[in-house]
C-alpha cells in the first residue's frame, strides 16, 4: 500500500522535512510502503524542500534584522541554473524576534534586499524570494530604499506568496497579519493607513499576494517581480502529480488549519490536487479552527486534529501514520 506523506512545517515545532519522516515512521510500522514528501507554500522552510527537488548549495551574506541589528543569512543557490532561492523570514523572519521585541510599527525589510545583493553577487539571474514568516509591516519601504536603481535590471524575479491576501482592507497586509505581529488595535490602523499613502503600491494592492509578508508582495510587483503561489510553485516543482500517481492515501497538513489554510497554504493546494486525481487525502492540524473545516469543500477526504502539545508532535505524527495506514490497508481489504 502506497501512502504519500506530504505535510508543511509545523511552525516553530516541526519542519516539512521531520514531519514527514514522522508520518512515515507511523505508517512503516503498519506495513505500509510510505512516500516522504515534504511541501511548503513559500514560508519558511521553502528553500529546504526546493534543494531536495533540486539540489543546490546554501550560501551565506551578511543582513540585518528587522530592528536593524547585523546578522548572517543563508540563501540557497542553484549554480547551472544561475538561480537563487531567499526566504524573507532569513532576514526579517518573526521568530528572530522575541514578543517583547515584535515592532510592526519600527521593523524594516531592508534586511531582505540585503539578502537579495548577497544572491546577486554569486551570479543569480533568476531569484525565486519566499515571502512567508516576516516580522514587517511595511509595504517594502524597507526594500525599496536599501535597493539601489536598477539593481534588478535583467533579473528574472518571481515572489513565492504564501497567502492569496491583497494590500488593503479587511484581508490585507495590517488587518489580517498585523496583530499576529504585536500590532495593537490601534497600530492596525495606523499601519493601514500608512499601506494607502504608498502611490506607487496601488496598481498592485489587488493583486493576490499582495498582501503577504507586509505588503512586500505589492512592493516586489512594483519592482517587477511575478507574484505566484507559493504552494502551487512547489508542487510543481517536485512533480506532485507524478509522485502521488497510483497511491492509495495523500496525509497533508500544518500547525494550525484555520481561514489562512484556504488562502494559498499547502493544505488547500494538496487537497485540491488529490480530488482532481481522485485520490483522498486526510488533512491534519495541531489544531483545527471552524473556518479550516471548509477544507472538506477542497476535496479533503477527512480532518485529523492532533493533541495541540508541540513536545508530543513527533509523536502523534507517528501515531497519525500507524493509524491512517492500518485504516487504508482495512479498506482496500475490503
Known amino acids: 500500500m502506497k501512502l504519500v506523506c506530504a505535510p508543511d512545517s509545523l511552525k516553530g515545532v516541526l519542519a516539512a ?168 488595535e490601534g497600530d492596525v490602523l495606523e499601519l493601514e493607513r500608512r499601506l494607502r499613502a504608498m502611490p506607487h503600491l496601488n496598481p498592485y494592492a489587488e493583486l493576490a499576494g499582495a498582501g503577504a509578508a507586509g505588503g512586500l508582495g505589492a512592493a516586489l510587483a512594483s519592482l517587477g517581480a511575478t507574484l505566484a503561489s507559493g504552494a502551487g510553485a512547489v508542487l510543481d516543482a517536485v512533480d506532485f502529480g507524478t509522485r502521488v500517481a497510483g497511491s492509495d492515501l495523500v496525509v497533508t497538513g500544518e500547525g494550525r488549519v484555520d481561514a489562512t489554510s484556504l488562502e494559498g497554504k499547502v493544505p488547500a493546494s494538496v487537497a485540491t490536487a488529490c480530488d482532481a486525481l481522485k485520490i483522498p487525502c486526510v488533512v491534519f492540524g495541531g489544531e483545527i479552527d471552524a473556518a479550516g473545516k471548509a477544507l472538506y469543500d477542497r476535496g479533503a477526504t477527512a480532518l485529523c486534529a492532533l493533541s495541540g502539545q508541540p513536545q508530543e508532535a513527533v509523536e502523534d505524527l507517528e501515531r497519525l501514520g500507524y493509524g491512517l495506514a492500518r485504516l487504508a490497508a482495512g479498506l482496500r481489504r475490503g
Open 17 to 184: 522535512p521531520a514531519a514527514a519522516r514522522a508520518l512515515a515512521d507511523g505508517a512503516r510500522r503498519a506495513g505500509a510502503d510510505p512516500v516522504e514528501l515534504p511541501l511548503a507554500d513559500g514560508g519558511e522552510g521553502t528553500a529546504e524542500v526546493l534543494r531536495e527537488a533540486w539540489g543546490g548549495t546554501w550560501r551565506t551574506t551578511n543582513v540585518v534584522d528587522p530592528l536593524g541589528r547585523e546578522r548572517t543569512a543563508r540563501f540557497l543557490y542553484v549554480e547551472d541554473r544561475r538561480l537563487a532561492v531567499v526566504e524573507t523570514a532569513e532576514a526579517i523572519g518573526l521568530p528572530l524576534l522575541t514578543e517583547q521585541e515584535r515592532d510592526p510599527l519600527g521593523a524594516s525589510s531592508e534586511g531582505l534586499a540585503l539578502l537579495i545583493r548577497g544572491a546577486l553577487a554569486v551570479g543569480a539571474r533568476e531569484l525565486l524570494v519566499t515571502l512567508g514568516g516576516s516580522a514587517t509591516v511595511d509595504g517594502g519601504a524597507g526594500l525599496s530604499n536599501a535597493l539601489d536603481s536598477g539593481e534588478l535590471a535583467g533579473i528574472r524575479v518571481t515572489a513565492l506568496c504564501d497567502v492569496a491576501n491583497p494590500l488593503h482592507g479587511p484581508r490585507g497586509a495590517a488587518r489580517a497579519f498585523g496583530p499576529q505581529k504585536g500590532a495593537t
